[in-house]
């Protein structure tokens, strides 16, 4: 069994699948899903990383090549994602539902119409999708995302000029918390700056973490007090990087200090 890393077309999702045949990079696949089935790409081979990362996530497999009449379903399909958004909009006012639509996409074969939306909190659209479902003639499944899986799922930049990390990536998304800022000494530039165009903290604030944490291991804190040459004052600052400690003196004045290695 080969395994490969696919990109689902019209998902935006970057999926570890498995295949019975070997493939190469670029080839046009149809891949199952626990919704039917859709056309990929495929990017590479699976290497063990992304095999780690996707430890916890359902493996797809690859069932066959993709023929020219795959593409022309999926560029009608791709063609009606358009109306099929603005009908939901539509709709939802109607009914006075908060739902925020980000995308439509309609499987092969059976042609299932599966819709993502954010909303703040549980939404009750159980009528909306029979709505829906009569005037598509289709079967109707709602996805309910995060600001983070939207900006995965529309794709983009982010201010470093790089491809977002979010779509860049194979695996969930990792858990990101303001101690991570807070340990690599970033948390004082404001949110403005730690946060991606998701709105959320970046997830590259995950990468060094847990580097950073081994490295104030034997570090001072912030906050405590520290003699030196000069004088007893306080720590404001430290550098884990140039292993540089910065104190503030009785006097008010300030002094670095270069912590001796054990």
Request: aromatic letters at 4%; hydrophobic letters at 30%; charged letters at 35%.
């Amino acid at each position: 069994m080969f395994k490969y890393l696919v990109s689902l077309c019209g998902w935006g999702d970057q999926e570890l699948c498995s295949s019975k045949t070997e493939l190469k990079k670029g080839d046009n696949v149809i891949v199952e899903n626990e919704t039917g089935n859709t056309m990929g790409v495929v990017k590479r081979e699976a290497v063990e990383r992304d095999k780690k990362n996707n430890r916890e996530r359902e493996e797809f497999c690859v069932i066959r090549n993709a023929t020219s009449k795959d593409f022309e379903t999926f560029k009608k399909n791709l063609k009606k994602r358009k109306d099929i958004l603005v009908m939901c909009r539509k709709e939802a006012k109607r009914m006075q539902l908060e739902m925020k639509f980000v995308d439509a996409c309609i499987t092969l074969g059976k042609g299932t119409i599966i819709i993502s939306f954010i909303a703040d909190g549980r939404v009750d659209f159980r009528q909306l999708v029979k709505n829906l479902s009569r005037n598509l003639h289709r079967s109707i499944r709602m996805h309910q995302i995060g600001s983070r899986d939207e900006a995965r799922k529309l794709g983009g930049c982010g201010i470093c000029g790089k491809e977002l990390c979010c779509v860049k990536f194979l695996g969930e998304i990792p858990s990101i918390s303001t101690e991570m800022a807070k340990i690599q000494q970033v948390a004082q530039r404001g949110s403005d700056r730690i946060s991606g165009i998701c709105g959320r903290l970046k997830c590259c604030l995950s990468y060094e973490s847990e580097q950073y944490r081994e490295m104030l291991k034997d570090m001072p804190e912030i906050g405590s007090s520290m003699d030196t040459e000069k004088g007893k004052g306080v720590i404001t600052e430290v550098n884990v990087l140039t292993k540089e400690i910065r104190v503030k003196l009785e006097d008010k004045s300030m002094v670095t200090v270069k912590k001796r290695r054990d």
